[in-house]
């Protein structure tokens, strides 16, 4: 995911009355916030997750508050029955549900549930008694230790699953057919049970942002669609197909498509095809924050000359040194030149000097990474640079303009939470698909020479 924007935001700590202790947390919300979410996590401070942090962050994109709050004190933590006692956790989770409400009593703001590894079950018990919870979510949850109340939960519920936590898929799925309310079960191909792999908690915050959006939101007037209906592509193939018909005034300018891997790759090849010009890719890694990989403070481009665009507001607000940056960017110039050998084999990168080179993504969400490929291009002289998207945030198009000499994207809507949120099939595009796209293209390009 790239770096994110956030609306502005009343954020402050906060201590939650149950049984006999007073629990930490983190209230943050957005300005027209649309609904807020309560965080449970299972093993102990929800509030100190870089995963639940990743999530909450984006969620409050979407003007939808968090509650990031420690279900356990330090004491209970250690001993781990109390990680295993989801009546107990759900108990907690309804007493942080029941001060929230008193808190912000007056918005009436609608109430959903982000619930991870034990934490998941004991939002699905709580949900089972207090019938307000508008949705949950499960991140690689055991929505299994809640089976005796599943049939009771009236929520919409959304179970999502790593595609490589084989034995809480099966959990998952026995908990998913005892689900009497509106319900999907989604996996995530690739992930194991903490998403650490690349992507795939950014797929994570895709399909919880929509499952929010969409049962926290319903009746905002901001929500619903303008005179037009939003655009959609069937797949990035459609919206390849769809750009190439606007790119048709490159043909005769013998360009070059530069595809970012690996989303990229589908729409970069109909373009390819349709222009009668070779693909490439061009490898951009984002930097992550220390002790957070996920949270984004800059990207990186290799090249002649290895490009970078860091977030100075957020190094700033963290505190990060030279030194760290200086080592984060030696590590993924590091992991763009592992990836570059994988996706390209023996072939050599193509020069582009002098050419009308198209640079092509499956969409844009704030373009940290898009700056990067963009300015690394033009470190090596082409003779035009074109920026080719589907969708944007029109924010996002204005701030890309300097970095290109032409931008062309089909769609800006207005509402903008995650590009998947425009394809009807937005699945994870694999290593093997971006090798198998780029050997297709070469040997077609070696029929035409």
């Known amino acids: ?17 149950s049984d006999s202790v007073l629990l930490e947390g983190n209230l943050t919300i957005p300005a027209e916030a649309i609904g807020i979410v309560l965080f449970a996590h299972g093993s102990g401070s929800s509030r100190m997750s870089p995963r639940n942090s990743y999530v909450a962050h984006a969620l409050q994109s979407a003007r939808i508050g968090t509650l990031l709050f420690d279900l356990l004190t330090e004491d209970e933590a250690e001993d781990r029955e109390n990680v295993f006692d989801v009546d107990f956790l759900g108990h907690r989770l309804l007493d942080a549900t029941r001060w929230l409400r008193e808190v912000t009593a007056g918005r009436s703001y609608p109430l959903g549930y982000f619930g991870a590894s034990t934490g998941a079950a004991a939002a699905l018990i709580a949900a089972a008694q207090d019938h307000l919870i508008n949705a949950v979510v499960s991140r690689g949850g055991r929505p299994d230790l809640a089976m005796k109340c599943l049939a009771r939960v009236t929520a919409p519920t959304l179970l999502i699953v790593g595609g490589e936590d084989e034995p809480v898929i099966g959990m998952n799925q026995e908990a998913y057919e005892r689900l009497q309310c509106e319900k999907a079960f989604e996996i995530v191909p690739g992930a194991t049970h903490l998403f650490e792999e690349s992507g795939t908690l950014d797929e994570v915050v895709r399909l919880a942002t929509a499952w929010f959006v969409k049962h926290l939101g319903s009746g905002d007037p901001k929500l619903e669609p303008d005179e037009e209906e939003p655009e959609y592509f069937d797949d990035r193939a459609d919206a390849g197909r769809r750009l190439a018909a606007r790119l048709g005034k490159f043909r005769g300018e013998n360009p070059i498509v530069i595809a970012v891997p690996r989303g990229g790759l589908p729409v970069g090849s109909e373009i390819a095809r349709a222009l009668d010009a070779p693909l490439d890719i061009v490898v951009v890694r984002k930097l ?21 665009v860091i977030n100075d507001e957020l190094v700033g607000q963290l505190g990060v040194s030279r030194e760290y940056l200086r080592r984060e960017v030696a590590a993924q110039l590091k992991e763009i030149h592992r990836r570059q050998r994988l996706y390209r084999g023996d072939r050599p990168a193509p020069a582009i000097a002098n050419r009308t080179v198209i640079l092509v993504d499956d969409g844009i969400a704030t373009g940290g990474s898009m700056r990067a490929a963009l300015r690394g291009l033009k470190a090596m002289h082409p003779r035009k640079l074109v920026l080719a998207v589907p969708v944007a945030p029109a924010e996002t198009i204005a701030a890309l303009r300097p970095d290109a000499d032409e931008l062309i994207c089909i769609a800006t809507p207005e509402m903008f939470y995650a590009v998947g949120q425009f394809y009807r099939d937005f699945h994870q595009v694999s290593d093997r698909e971006v090798v198998e796209i780029l050997e297709s293209a070469g040997r077609a390009e070696a029929r035409g020479a």
């Open 1 to 17: 995911m790239q770096l994110h924007s956030y609306p502005e935001a009343d954020s402050k700590s906060v201590k939650i009355p």
């Open 288 to 308: 992550g924050a220390p002790d957070q990989p996920e949270l984004g403070i800059g990207a990186v481009v290799d090249g002649d000359h290895p490009q970078s």
